[in-house]
């Protein structure tokens, strides 16, 4: 069996003691918890009770409306069609002993037929009428000015129903400074505020002024759901932005209930047990320090060494080899053996990368060795050439030596390229181009000082296969631009060529000359044989691109899209108000 470190033997008692005392501790826990818990819930029960005992008043008021307007309806009936016998039914309503003062039968227009005061008044636009027209049962709404004088009113309205027919609404009214004085007499002394919210989410009545009424209710609730929290008691901001203790108590089943809000110190004394709090905090406190134990110990025994080891495999990971070894100090015997294995591995993968660098120089020098010889091989092709259409007889021979030596030049600059670019593997689309038209651009009949050959290139990596067929495009490409270039009215012949990336990973070649007089003499310039052009439509297709030629009064153009990556995708076709021709005119 194998001796155990004094560091790891301290970490494995911390843990064991700590896992001793989680039990005792977590029941420590769930008893006062449980204790807590009911001495909250018993307080806000008590809350919840004074907001029912303070709203007691208003309820009894709002149920003798309710039963009123209802009793009211059903006795309303036989006299709805008798204007003054209607009359003196409210008014003897209204003058009896009760808080009604006002009472009224309104027509489903939103007239009223007949009132206690005597006076019929269109309420087709009162909020009253309109809120009574989207229930089907009793309803309670504020009816401000409705009797003149600026008397505000709580309304309730009740349908009246015929054969089970709608004929019209019942309304009492009961002065608004009544309702409100309904409201708990104790919230200026405790600051307590009560107030009374139907299922549309309007303010019925409050114990505080009526503007600050709304100020008093939660900002994260909206008015027509605090019917639906019946019972239920909460913290949360006010609107007003302070924080307050909600109790919510049912007065009318599904149609209005009270909202009392207490001042968070006082909702909280109630709840507040400092010796629950101590008897939760001790077990806790005990658990914490044994937890702290055990972390010091596996922080210093453990989780060091594992942060060194981590360190060190991260900064190997990332390329770092200076002093890429593993020293940890005093570590136990695993992380000493760890600490071992690692340094041999570091070892073992350093050798392995120095010979991999090794032999990936000697492949780099000897694949520019190749392609060195195979530039110089060209180029002496390309003289050979040169010397032998030297010596020819014909000028259709000259001609076909030239554009045979054209075309080996090059090949062999695409190959120095490869030799000179320091990444061996990608070949740059700029450097290309400008050098291909440097080298080829000279030996093309006509391409002196009169024509002008400008550029427009982007820079991008190509590999060596575009960058070869590319080369060789262009090539053909430029030798038909200056057959066809001519010098333009008023103007210079020119050669524009560009390559620009129209999309991601997709590139654009253009040629284009200017049309006129005739730059190549006469004796320069043949019909062709046409594999100039099959040569293109080849190298086009091996690039996978799409060539067109488009032609105008004072320009030609040949036109190539093709990725600089697989699976890129073309842009989208732009209009063209040019007439456009088939690709590959003969060189």
Same mark, same amino acid.
């Given at each position: ?14 843990? /064991? ?12 826990? !769930? ?40 009793? *009211? ?22 003058? $009896? ?31 009253? !009428? /309109? ?16 009797? $003149? ?19 019209? !609404? ?114 806790? *406190? ?271 153009? !040949? ?29």
């Amino acid at each position: 069996m194998p001796r155990l470190h004094a560091g790891s033997l301290l970490v494995r008692l911390a843990a /064991l003691m700590t896992l001793a005392l989680l039990p005792l501790g977590l029941i420590a826990l !769930y008893q006062t918890n449980a204790v807590v818990e009911e001495a909250t819930r018993l307080s806000h029960a008590s809350l919840l009770d004074r907001t029912e005992r303070a709203a007691a008043r208003e309820r009894e008021l709002l149920q003798r409306a309710g039963g009123a307007t209802e009793g *009211l309806a059903a006795a309303i009936l036989p006299v709805a069609d008798d204007a003054d016998s209607c009359t003196r039914l409210l008014r003897a309503f209204a003058e $009896g002993a009760n808080p009604f003062t006002f009472a009224a039968f309104v027509s489903l227009d939103g007239s009223v037929q007949c009132a206690s005061d005597g006076v019929t008044r269109d309420l087709s636009e009162k909020w009253m !009428y /309109l809120k009574a027209q989207q229930t089907t049962r009793l309803s309670f709404a504020l009816g401000r000015d409705l009797v $003149g004088g600026g008397s505000s009113f709580l309304l309730a309205t009740s349908p009246v129903l015929r054969d089970g027919i709608l004929k019209g !609404y019942v309304t009492i009214g009961i002065p608004h400074k009544v309702s409100a004085a309904q409201a708990g007499t104790e919230a200026p002394d405790t600051g307590i505020q009560y107030v009374t919210v139907d299922a549309q989410g309007e303010i019925l009545s409050a114990s505080i002024p009526e503007q600050q009424a709304p100020l008093a209710l939660p900002v994260s609730v909206p008015r027509r759901d605090l019917v639906t929290l019946s019972g239920d008691t909460f913290f949360e901001d006010s609107r007003s932005g302070r924080e307050r203790f909600f109790a919510v108590s049912e007065i009318l089943p599904g149609q209005v209930s009270v909202i009392g809000s207490w001042p968070v110190d006082k909702a909280m004394s109630a709840a507040r047990n400092p010796v629950s709090l101590m008897t939760l905090a001790f077990p806790l *406190l005990m658990w914490l320090a044994g937890i702290s134990v055990a972390i010091f110990g596996l922080q210093r025994m453990v989780i060091r060494h594992l942060s060194a080891l981590r360190t060190a495999m991260r900064r190997y990971a990332l390329g770092e080899r200076e002093n890429p070894t593993l020293d940890l100090v005093a570590p136990p015997r695993e992380f000493a053996e760890a600490q071992q294995s690692f340094n041999r591995m570091v070892s073992i993968l350093s050798e392995a990368e120095r010979r991999r660098e090794l032999d990936l120089e000697e492949k780099t020098i000897l694949l520019r060795e190749v392609h060195h010889r195979v530039k110089n091989n060209l180029q002496l092709v390309a003289s050979i050439m040169n010397m032998q259409s030297r010596n020819a007889q014909t000028p259709e021979a000259r001609r076909m030596l030239a554009q045979l030596q054209r075309r080996v030049r090059g090949l062999a600059t695409i190959h120095r390229s490869l030799n000179t670019n320091p990444d061996i593997t990608t070949v740059d689309s700029r450097d290309l181009i400008d050098a291909l038209i440097s080298e080829i651009g000279a030996m093309i009949p006509g391409a002196g000082q009169e024509l002008t050959i400008s550029t427009d290139l982007v820079q991008v990596p190509l590999s060596q296969d575009q960058g070869v067929t590319l080369s060789m495009l262009v090539s053909e490409a430029m030798t038909n631009a200056v057959k066809n270039a001519g010098v333009p009215a008023g103007g210079k012949p020119e050669i524009l060529i560009s390559l620009r990336e129209t999309a991601e990973n997709w590139l654009e070649l253009e040629i284009t000359n200017t049309k006129g007089k005739p730059v190549v003499a006469p004796e320069d310039a043949s019909d062709g044989t046409g594999i100039g052009a099959r040569l293109m439509l080849a190298f086009a297709t091996q690039l996978e691109g799409e060539a067109d030629t488009y032609e105008t009064e004072d320009s030609y153009s !040949y036109r190539l899209g093709f990725p600089a990556a697989a699976g890129a995708v073309p842009p989208a076709p732009p209009n063209q108000d040019r007439e456009k021709h088939a690709a590959g005119a003969a060189t």
